[in-house]
């Protein structure tokens, strides 16, 4: 006879969906946030306060879907307080993310730690910079997920499936808020990273337009 309930125990799952700006990761953030409600489950979504110009209370895509969403400092302290403060990560199942890569590397082990809470996260952000470099914790965070999904976009200029994130123009700011325009998805053939000499040791912060 087979047993049953093995080291059975509740615990949760780590998502990650990736890829460079406009492959839809916001889009199936938002898209499975949806479906874990109409299953009845009890979501809370976060977003950093880096970009604020078009929705304050909500992660939004490029093709303008939208979920209500608390928008944190880009800190995983910050992220522990609102989800323990008052005990409200008893009322939570599922924790929505987006844009990741703006965060520290503490996140690393807090998603972990939800995960053994027996919650399901799931992470949305960026792979890598404009300078084609990892982007913060979310290469570890691809690592360490249950699931990765690494999404493309198209290349804007021969339609090819797109995996990177290109700068356009020579801008000397490394940090461009609600940059529309300023960022596209090209191929590994139509990619030029962006380098600065004198500035390339900084290279991290690239803000992007949702
Ligand atoms: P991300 O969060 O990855 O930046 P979004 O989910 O916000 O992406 O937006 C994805 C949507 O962007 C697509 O469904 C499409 O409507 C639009 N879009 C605009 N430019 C492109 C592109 N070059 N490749 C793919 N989708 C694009
Ligand atoms: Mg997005």
Do not use: W
């Given at each position: 006879?087979?047993?049953?309930?093995?080291?059975?125990?509740?615990?949760?799952?780590?998502?990650?969906?990736?890829?460079?700006?406009?492959?839809?990761?916001?889009?199936?953030?938002?898209?499975?946030?949806?479906?874990?409600?109409?299953?009845?489950?009890?979501?809370?979504?976060?977003?950093?306060?880096?970009?604020l110009r078009y929705h304050r209370t909500a992660i939004a895509s490029h093709s303008s879907q939208t979920h209500d969403a608390d928008t944190i400092p880009p800190s995983s302290d910050r992220l522990r307080e609102e989800l323990f403060t008052n005990n409200k990560?008893?009322?939570?199942?599922?924790?929505?993310?987006?844009?990741?890569?703006?965060?520290?590397?503490?996140?690393?082990?807090?998603?972990?730690?939800?995960?053994?809470?027996?919650?399901?996260?799931?992470?949305?952000?960026?792979?890598?910079?404009?300078?084609?470099?990892?982007?913060?914790?979310?290469?570890?965070?691809?690592?360490?997920?249950?699931?990765?999904?690494?999404?493309?976009?198209?290349?804007?200029?021969?339609?090819?499936?797109?995996?990177?994130?290109?700068?356009?123009?020579?801008?000397?700011?490394?940090?461009?808020?609600?940059?529309?325009?300023?960022?596209?998805?090209?191929?590994?053939?139509?990619?030029?990273?962006?380098?600065?000499?004198?500035?390339?040791?900084?290279?991290?912060?690239?803000?992007?337009?949702?």
């Amino acid at each position: 006879m087979q047993p049953t309930n093995i080291g059975r125990h509740e615990v949760g799952r780590l998502e990650m969906i990736t890829g460079p700006m406009f492959s839809g990761k916001s889009e199936e953030l938002i898209r499975r946030l949806k479906r874990a409600r109409i299953a009845r489950q009890r979501v809370a979504c976060f977003k950093p306060d880096i970009d604020l110009r078009y929705h304050r209370t909500a992660i939004a895509s490029h093709s303008s879907q939208t979920h209500d969403a608390d928008t944190i400092p880009p800190s995983s302290d910050r992220l522990r307080e609102e989800l323990f403060t008052n005990n409200k990560i008893h009322e939570v199942d599922v924790i929505g993310l987006d844009e990741v890569q703006f965060f520290d590397h503490h996140l690393i082990p807090f998603a972990l730690e939800l995960v053994h809470l027996g919650k399901r996260v799931i992470l949305a952000g960026l792979d890598t910079t404009f300078a084609n470099e990892p982007f913060g914790p979310v290469p570890n965070l691809m690592a360490l997920a249950d699931e990765v999904t690494k999404l493309s976009a198209v290349c804007m200029t021969c339609g090819a499936p797109a995996i990177h994130t290109q700068r356009l123009g020579q801008s000397q700011e490394l940090v461009v808020v609600g940059a529309a325009g300023l960022y596209e998805a090209r191929c590994r053939a139509h990619f030029q990273p962006y380098i600065d000499e004198h500035q390339s040791e900084q290279l991290e912060l690239p803000t992007v337009s949702r």
